[in-house]
C-alpha cells in the first residue's frame, strides 16, 4: 500500500517562499510519476506541476510557471516543491500525488493521494 505525507505547509506573507515535502512508502517511489495538486476554498481541484520518476522532466501549471520548482530524492523517496513569490491566489490545499504508469496526459491518472497540507498566503 502506498502512501504519501505532504509536510511543510503553513501561513506565509504574500511574496514569500515554502518549501513542501511530500514523503513515500509502501511503493516503489522511484518509477513513478509523481505530481502536486491544489483545492483552494470552493473551487475544484487543480494541476500544479508534475515530474517524470527519473527527475528528467517537470511540467508546470501556467498559474505558477516561473515561481514553483518541482524536484525529487529517489533515494529519500521524496518530493519537494519550492514555492517562491507566493501570491494570495496560492491559498490552498496542497497535494501530492503518485501515477504508477507515465502514459496519458501528465495531469491526470493518478493513482496514489496524500492527505495534503494547507498553505495560507496573507496579504
Known amino acids: 500500500q502506498v502512501q504519501l505525507v505532504e509536510s511543510g505547509g503553513g501561513l506565509v506573507q504574500a511574496g514569500g517562499s515554502l518549501r513542501l515535502s511530500c514523503a513515500a512508502s509502501?511503493?516503489?517511489?522511484?518509477?513513478?510519476?509523481m505530481g502536486w495538486f491544489r483545492q483552494a476554498p470552493g473551487k475544484e481541484r487543480e494541476f500544479v506541476g508534475a515530474i517524470t520518476w527519473s527527475g528528467g522532466s517537470t511540467y508546470y501549471a501556467d498559474s505558477v510557471k516561473g515561481r514553483f520548482t518541482i524536484s525529487r530524492d529517489n533515494a529519500k523517496n521524496t518530493m519537494y516543491l519550492q514555492m517562491n513569490s507566493l501570491k494570495l491566489e496560492d491559498t490552498a490545499v496542497y497535494y501530492c500525488?503518485?501515477?504508477?504508469?507515465?502514459?496519458?496526459?501528465?495531469?491526470?491518472?493518478?493513482?496514489?493521494w496524500g492527505q495534503g497540507t494547507q498553505v495560507t498566503v496573507s496579504s
Open positions: 500525488a503518485g501515477k504508477r504508469f507515465p502514459f496519458g496526459e501528465i495531469s491526470k491518472g493518478y493513482n496514489y
Open positions: 509502501g511503493g516503489t517511489f522511484s518509477s513513478y510519476t
